[in-house]
């Protein structure tokens, strides 16, 4: 983040998803990068359910995540 490696960051996190799609840190870190730094709503809120179905019991700082990516989205609509 402090670099702006965003690129590079991105491209890490899907090498790590096509190795195993179940990452869970590498699934929360790039919904986290594709809404904060890249402004990819619709694909960070994707990842977001993704991460929160893996967990045993809901994270709820994700949940959060979630109903805010949801308000923004519709908002832009």
């Given at each position: 983040?402090?670099?702006g ?5 991105e ?18 870190n790039?919904?986290i ?19 929160q179905?893996l967990q045993?019991?809901p994270?709820p700082?994700?949940?959060d995540?979630i ?5 923004r ?5």
């Amino acid at each position: 983040r402090d670099s702006g490696a965003f690129d590079e960051a991105e491209a890490y996190y899907r090498r790590v998803l096509k190795i195993n799609h179940n990452d869970e840190l590498a699934i929360r870190n790039l919904g986290i990068l594709l809404d904060l730094y890249r402004g990819r709503l619709e694909e960070a809120l994707v990842l977001y359910e993704k991460y929160q179905s893996l967990q045993t019991e809901p994270d709820p700082k994700v949940k959060d995540w979630i109903f805010d990516t949801k308000s923004r989205l519709k908002a832009k609509q």
